[in-house]
């Protein structure tokens, strides 16, 4: 058999054809490249996952400051407004059990008694006219009860500035004295007595009388056991608000009396404070509170225009719960406080962390 001859020493090494040209150099830079660039990638995205989470975490805990600190204060001025309300009540209160003014309203009850419906609104028909036909405020007291007048009057000279008028009307709504004379002599086209018309049970009417910009209170004068008249003040109310609404903290913190829907009630009504009332309570533990009591303070962010993302308007809404239990019991909506601030001013501290 014959033998396979050896190789040439002198021969060149075989060469596998595909090292041919060194595609396995771009091969491995390739992969380096690709790695590295990912490895970048990854590490900027931490950094920028860890930076959001960090302004996330800082903005929340400042939210949450910020928020109970603004039901702090809003917690002090409702005790404050409540006061001031229920001092007003009270001094009708005392109007209203007065002997003076009892005997009055139950002469003008006693006129009524076993007369006919028509009779009635005759008499009030033609009181009206006569009232109207008087040209001076001289001659429409001489149509009211004279001392009680009078004592309303000094009653009313011992209230503060913002009163109006301090008056007392029988059932029907017919005014029979007051501190100062109004522009008309019956009620019956007022908002309060057709809220409190026909009420038998005792009360405390206290509500705004819309575009008179009005505060006004009412409370029953009792004949017995019936309702005999009502006793009447009216204040301006945004100056009787204004001690209120003047408490302010920093630059732009401010203080609003505020309806059920969150417009103002006796100033200038603001958008946020419509959106606050909207808004349900941040789903936290103090909310879950706040849904359980409705009386609670709690605050809301509203969202707004700032040059930072996330920065809400925050506002805390803290009802006037014993003003709106007796406002409830005539079916009227409830009343809040809101306290808010710019958040340019709120997030001071925050924005000149960013911007250093």
Known sequence: ????????????????????????????????????????????????????????????????????????????IVGQAETRFTDAADRLGRIATDVLT??????????????????????????????????????????L??????RLSVMAGLDEESLIRLSVHDVSGLLLAASAPPERRVADAQSWYRTVAGATDHFIHMDSAGLDRKLVIATPVWGGVRIAGYAVAEYDF??????IENISFGDSGEVALVDYAGVSIG?????????????????????ANA???????????????????????????????????????????PWAITVTQAPGESYAALSHSLQS
């Open 267 to 287: 100033g200038q009504s603001r958008f946020y404070h419509i959106q606050a009332l909207a808004l349900r309570p941040p789903q936290t533990g103090t909310s």
């Open 238 to 243: 945004p100056r009787f608000i204004d001690p």
């Open 291 to 333: 849904e359980r009591a409705p009386g609670e303070p709690y605050w809301v962010g509203v969202p707004g225009e700032e040059a930072w993302p996330l920065w809400d308007r925050l506002v805390c809404v803290a009802p006037l719960r014993s003003i709106n239990e007796m406002r409830a019991a005539l079916s009227l909506p």
């Open 145 to 150: 009860h004279p001392q009680l007048s009078h």
């Open 102 to 143: 009892a005997e009055v309203a139950l002469e003008g009850r006693q006129i009524y008694e076993n007369r006919p419906d028509e009779w009635r609104e005759a008499r009030l028909r033609r009181l009206a006219d006569e009232w109207n036909q008087a040209n001076n405020a001289e001659t429409r007291l001489a149509q």
């Open 1 to 76: 058999m014959r033998r396979a001859a050896p190789p040439r020493r002198d021969a060149p090494p075989r060469q596998d054809a595909r090292m041919t040209g060194k595609p396995w150099l771009k091969s491995v830079s390739g992969i380096r490249g690709r790695l590295t660039f990912w490895f970048v990638a990854g590490a900027l995205g931490a950094v920028l996952v860890g930076g959001a989470v960090v302004y996330l975490s800082g903005l929340d805990s400042i939210k949450g400051t910020l928020g109970q600190t603004y039901c702090q204060i809003a917690s002090r």
